[in-house]
């Protein structure tokens, strides 16, 4: 292989890479939530389930947004709730694409929780949720939008 086949390779990969970039950064989901106390458990806290609910919501919307395609949940990781979530707060739901693989896509999910009256924020859950597209026997199947990256 000569330089400007090397040239030329690193151009295509150059495309490719901020083709990429463009579809993950144009996918970030932000959603928001007002915390009401008929939303909390016996301990005047948000339900987990609840929480992790719209952690999955958003996470769906991320992994759509930047496939386009018809995207299924199959696996969550590494959920951590770090803090309770309580009365009186506004949270944000916030989903990244994390990593991209030939089938699947890996969706980084972050909550942050505000005082409602106040300027205190903290993150308070965070966890991967893991996505797939099915083809028509409802098996995963390679992400359209990485093969039409393919030179």
């Known amino acids: 292989m000569n330089i400007s086949s090397f040239k030329i390779l690193f151009i295509i990969f150059e495309k490719i890479l901020i083709a990429m970039l463009d579809l993950i ?20 806290t948000l339900f987990g389930g609840e929480a992790l609910k719209w952690m ?25 709730f770090l803090k309770t979530i309580k009365p009186d707060t506004i949270i944000e739901i916030v989903g990244r694409i994390e990593k991209v693989k ?32 099915l083809d028509e026997n409802q098996e995963p199947k390679q992400l359209d939008c990485l093969r039409s990256m393919n030179p």
Request: charged content about 25%; overall charge negative.
């Open 102 to 133: 030939l089938i699947r896509i890996h969706v980084k999910v972050e909550i942050y929780a505000e005082e409602m009256y106040g300027s205190n924020r903290e993150k308070v859950v965070e966890g991967t949720f893991v996505f797939v597209a």
């Open 25 to 44: 950064e144009n996918s970030v989901t932000r959603q928001f939530k007002a915390i009401f106390p008929c939303m909390l458990n016996a301990n005047n």
């Open 56 to 80: 999955d919501e958003v996470a769906f919307i991320t992994a759509t947004r930047f496939a386009h395609e018809h995207m299924f949940t199959v696996n969550t990781e590494k959920i951590k």
